[in-house]
Structure formats: C-alpha cells, structure tokens
C-alpha cells in the first residue's frame, strides 16, 4: 500500500452554514470572461441576487452573455463600475489584460478574486498591496458547475486567501464560494500554491495521466492483431463503469465489484504493469511543477505558435481509435444505451 508517512493532514469541509451572502449582496459583481467558468457563476450568482455585469472583449461569449440577459461592457469598465471581480479569462492571458484593462483600474474598494493560482502564483501578475485577493474554483467545468446549480445540486471546490488587506478576506472568499454554489456541497480552504500545484499535477500526472494509460492499453492490443471494437470496449468503453461505481460507492467496494477473477487479478497483478518507478516519476513531476517548470514550458509553447499542442492534437484527432469511437458513440446515441 502507500507508503505515506506520519498523520494524513484533513481539511475541514465548508459549507453554506459557514458562509455569509450577505458580505457581497450590495456590491456590484464584475464577470470578466464568460466561457466555462464565466457563464456558469455569472448566472449562479445572478439566481442569488446579486447584481452581476458582464466584461469581455465583443466576440461570441459577449453575445451569449447578452442572449443570457446580462449587460456586457468592456473589460476595463466593468472593473470600474464592479467592486468584486471575478477573473475568468484562460489563465494563460490573464497577465496582459490584468495589466493593461484591470490593474490601472482598481482601488481599495475591489475585491479581486481568481478560479486557479496559476497567475498570481507563478508571479506571472502581482496584484496591488491594498486590496483583498482570494480564491474560489469549483472542481470541475462550467457547464456542469451551472447544470447542477440549476438542477438544485451543488459541486465540490476550493477557496483561500492570497492576500487580507480589509481583515474580511476568509468571509469574502466564502461569500463568493456561496454566490458561484459551490458551498451547496462543500469547499475546503487552499492556498493559490497548493491550488495550482494539485490541479498541474491532475493533469500532468494523476487524472490526465489516465488518457496516456487507456491509449498505451488500446495500442498494445492492437499491435497484438485485437480489432479496434475489442481494445476498445476493453478500454475506454469499460472506464466507464469503474467510474460510475467510483461516484456511487467507497473505493473498496468500487474495485471489488467485478468478478471475483476481476478483483483478483486488479488488486493483485496491476502492480507488475504500473511499478513503483511510476511513483518516483510521479514525484519528480510534482516537484517540477512546484519550481514552476511547466509555467515556463507552456510561456515558451505560446511564445513559439504552440507548435507542440498543435501537433499532439493533430495526432489525437487521427489515432485508430477516432474510427472505432465514433461507431460506439452513434450506437450510443442510436440505442439510447450506455
Ligand atoms: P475560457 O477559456 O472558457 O474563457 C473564455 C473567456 O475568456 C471568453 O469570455 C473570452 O472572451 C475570454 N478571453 C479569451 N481570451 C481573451 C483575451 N486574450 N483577452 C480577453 N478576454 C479573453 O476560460 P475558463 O476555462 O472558464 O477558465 C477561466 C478560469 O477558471 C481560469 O483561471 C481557469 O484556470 C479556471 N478554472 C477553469 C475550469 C474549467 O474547467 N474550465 C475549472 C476550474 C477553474
């Protein structure tokens, strides 16, 4: 089993109880982005109460901001007339519009509030010393953060304080966790470090480290003379249902829930495939993250046209399993089945 040492730190989960609307009811929200995050707390927000504006450059988010019944101005203007602002462009562009169409226009009165530590973290923005920063992301997409909010459900997330100027940031952070609805199931407190630190390593190492995982199988047994609709049921069909089973029961039970041939050979030979070298590797790569290397690599892909992304996705796009996927895919839709 894992070899962790010593006493497993426990955060404590936050919930609605916890928070007070209250703290940002009279204050004018400024949205800037309406993407995948942006869409979904504006409108959550909105269903609270709070007065919520629109700030995005004029292209298709700003007209669906507007189909969705919000006032859309300029980015800098929204973050005159706001007094919380939310930041939800890419995190990659954040830098440039934070110094050319936020920071010029922020006072004490602003509260400035991001979805992922990656900027302010990373160094790539300072924000000014006199205002409150803070930290609220739900742990997953946007479409989902605002189905479920409507839907009467919440999702899980993270909030934390970068920098508590009025001496209400914690408050603050929890009263924004609240409006975006991620205390309907429950937040735990981060720093900007940690919060960006955990996400690269999920899609680094952990989580997306499951698409290098379920291709490397498909193509294994491909090589091996299996048709595509074999590797591919044996694989990304079946994810499914261990993940399912994930969501609905603890993990103990969730991998005992095949066979028993299954569950023997799960919890008995998957070592041998995935060796304790892929726990040193994993290590480095958490390490590497943490001294900021992949914010570097990726400044340096964008610098260069993202030639590398490009082409990784073109090669994506043409794998063998594009064909089979999209047979499974339509009986799906065809049967209505899973
Ligand atoms: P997105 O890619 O969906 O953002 C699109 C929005 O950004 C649009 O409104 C577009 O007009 C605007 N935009 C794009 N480029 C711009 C530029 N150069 N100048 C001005 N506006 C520009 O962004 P997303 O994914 O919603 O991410 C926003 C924040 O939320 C990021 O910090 C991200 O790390 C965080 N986050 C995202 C999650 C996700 O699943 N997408 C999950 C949790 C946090």
Same mark, same amino acid.
């Given at each position: 089993?894992?070899?962790a040492?010593?006493?497993?730190?426990?955060?404590?989960?936050?919930?609605?109880?916890?928070?007070?609307?209250?703290?940002?009811?009279?204050?004018?929200?400024?949205?800037?982005?309406?993407?995948?995050?942006?869409?979904?707390?504006?409108?959550?927000?909105?269903?609270?109460? &709070?007065?919520?504006?629109?700030?995005?450059?004029?292209?298709?988010?700003?007209?669906?901001?507007?189909?969705?019944? =919000?006032?859309?101005?300029?980015?800098a203007?929204?973050?005159?007339r706001?007094?919380?602002?939310l930041? &939800?462009i890419?995190?990659e562009?954040?830098?440039?519009?934070?110094?050319?169409d936020?920071?010029?226009?922020?006072?004490?009165?602003?509260?400035?509030?991001?979805?992922?530590?990656?900027?302010v973290?990373?160094g790539?923005?300072?924000p000014?010393? =006199?205002?409150?920063?803070?930290?609220?992301?739900?742990?997953?997409?946007?479409?989902?953060?605002?189905?479920?909010?409507?839907?009467?459900?919440g999702?899980?997330?993270h909030?934390?304080?970068?920098?508590?100027?009025?001496?209400? @940031?914690?408050?603050?952070?929890?009263?924004v966790?609240?409006?975006?609805?991620?205390?309907?199931?429950? @937040?735990?407190?981060?720093t900007?470090?940690?919060?960006?630190?955990?996400?690269?390593?999920?899609?680094?190492?952990?989580?997306?480290g499951?698409?290098?995982?379920?291709?490397?199988?498909?193509?294994?047994?491909?090589?091996a003379? =299996?048709?595509?609709?074999?590797?591919?049921?044996?694989?990304?069909?079946?994810?499914?249902?261990?993940?399912?089973?994930?969501?609905?029961?603890?993990?103990?039970e @969730?991998?005992?829930?095949?066979?028993p041939?299954a569950?023997? &050979?799960?919890?008995?030979?998957?070592?041998d495939?995935?060796?304790?070298?892929?726990?040193?590797?994993?290590?480095?790569?958490l390490a590497?993250?943490?001294?900021?290397?992949?914010?570097?690599?990726?400044?340096?892909?964008?610098?260069?046209?993202?030639?590398?992304?490009t082409?990784?996705?073109?090669?994506?796009?043409?794998?063998?399993?594009?064909?089979?996927?999209?047979?499974?895919?339509?009986?799906?839709? @065809?049967s209505?089945g899973?």
């Amino acid at each position: 089993m894992a070899e962790a040492k010593g006493t497993i730190k426990r955060d404590r989960l936050y919930t609605e109880e916890d928070a007070d609307l209250g703290l940002i009811k009279d204050r004018k929200i400024a949205v800037l982005g309406y993407g995948s995050q942006g869409h979904a707390q504006a409108q959550n927000m909105r269903d609270q109460g &709070l007065d919520v504006i629109v700030g995005n450059v004029e292209d298709r988010f700003a007209e669906q901001a507007r189909a969705d019944g =919000f006032e859309v101005v300029p980015i800098a203007e929204a973050v005159r007339r706001g007094q919380v602002i939310l930041m &939800l462009i890419p995190d990659e562009v954040q830098a440039a519009v934070h110094k050319s169409d936020i920071e010029p226009h922020l006072t004490r009165d602003h509260t400035l509030v991001f979805a992922s530590g990656y900027a302010v973290h990373f160094g790539l923005i300072t924000p000014p010393g =006199f205002l409150d920063v803070i930290l609220a992301v739900p742990n997953c997409v946007g479409a989902i953060v605002r189905e479920r909010y409507a839907r009467g459900q919440g999702v899980f997330g993270h909030f934390g304080v970068h920098q508590d100027v009025t001496g209400q @940031a914690h408050d603050l952070a929890l009263a924004v966790a609240m409006g975006i609805g991620i205390l309907r199931f429950g @937040a735990i407190k981060t720093t900007f470090g940690e919060e960006v630190a955990i996400n690269l390593f999920a899609e680094t190492a952990g989580l997306s480290g499951m698409i290098k995982y379920l291709l490397t199988a498909f193509e294994v047994l491909i090589e091996a003379g =299996f048709s595509a609709e074999k590797a591919y049921c044996e694989t990304f069909y079946e994810v499914q249902f261990l993940v399912e089973s994930i969501c609905r029961m603890p993990f103990g039970e @969730a991998v005992a829930f095949g066979s028993p041939t299954a569950t023997y &050979l799960a919890l008995t030979k998957t070592g041998d495939v995935v060796t304790e070298d892929v726990r040193e590797r994993m290590r480095q790569m958490l390490a590497r993250i943490q001294a900021g290397e992949m914010v570097r690599d990726w400044n340096l892909e964008q610098l260069a046209g993202c030639p590398v992304l490009t082409q990784r996705k073109r090669e994506i796009l043409e794998h063998p399993i594009s064909e089979v996927e999209k047979l499974f895919l339509e009986r799906k839709l @065809a049967s209505g089945g899973i």
